[in-house]
T-cell receptor, first 114, second 113 residues
Framework: DTGVSQDPRHKITKRGQNVTFRCDPI?????LYWYRQTLGQGPEFLTY????????KSRLLSDRFSAERPKGSFSTLEIQRTEQGDSAMYLC????????????FGEGSRLTVL | GENVEQHPSTLSVQEGDSAVIKCTYS??????FPWYKQELGKRPQLIID?????GEKKDQRIAVTLNKTAKHFSLHITETQPEDSAVYFCAADRGGGADGLTFGKGTHLIIQP
């Protein structure tokens, strides 16, 4: 499968714990995006990378959230001191084109904070 | 930032009939308007997109129209089939990756047999 892959697919954690999600984009794609989706809502933009540079961060991304993309390949999204409001599906997407173009989404990582 | 409104939230149509989903956007600088289909428990997948220099685009049973003056765009599905049942999201993008895609809240399309 050469699509976008995310790990883990499901994570249950207790409030206050840290969690980390990984995304492996399509190999030739230089753009990588993180979105958050809650039930009944569309995906909400969190941040994006062009190669290893993090170029945009949403106001939704509090200081408890950090994302990295070392060497411009896979990316990690870490949430520190999780809160119940962090429960959501975290979607990663990648894109090849510069400017606006098709995003290829992964299956997502579902986070449940108890 | 961009704001995308999508209507209706739920749409039920008889198999074989047409379905229309409408979206409005707020940022006149947006120039790319994709539609994504998300089946239950699956990833969103692009079904059609349109850029601001085009008024209409068609791909088999699916078409999208764009009215830049009014800042609205619509998805049209003709001859609906059971496999069209899903949640459909419209989105808008200013290009350059800034803020990424802004999605609507989605329309749950139900095809009645």
């Amino acid at each position: 499968d050469t699509g976008v892959s995310q790990d883990p697919r499901h994570k249950i954690t207790k409030r206050g714990q840290n969690v980390t999600f990984r995304c492996d984009p399509i190999s030739e794609h230089n753009r990588l995006y993180w979105y958050r989706q809650t039930l009944g809502q569309g995906p909400e933009f969190l941040t994006y990378f062009q190669n290893e540079a993090q170029l945009e961060k949403s106001r939704l991304l509090s200081d408890r959230f950090s994302a990295e993309r070392p060497k411009g390949s896979f990316s990690t999204l870490e949430i520190q001191r999780t809160e119940q409001g962090d429960s959501a599906m975290y979607l990663c997407a990648s894109s090849l084109v510069s400017g606006a173009g098709e995003l290829f989404f992964g299956e997502g990582s579902r986070l449940t904070v108890l | 930032g961009e704001n995308v409104e999508q209507h209706p939230s739920t749409l039920s149509v008889q198999e074989g009939d047409s379905a229309v989903i409408k979206c409005t956007y707020s940022d006149s600088a947006s120039n790319y308007f994709p539609w994504y289909k998300q089946e239950l428990g699956k990833r969103p997948q692009l079904i059609i997109d349109i850029r601001s220099n085009v008024g209409e685009k068609k791909d088999q049973r699916i078409a999208v129209t764009l009215n830049k003056t009014a800042k609205h765009f619509s998805l049209h599905i003709t001859e609906t089939q059971p496999e069209d049942s899903a949640v459909y999201f419209c989105a808008a993008d200013r290009g350059g990756g800034a803020d990424g895609l802004t999605f609507g809240k989605g329309t749950h399309l139900i095809i009645q047999p």
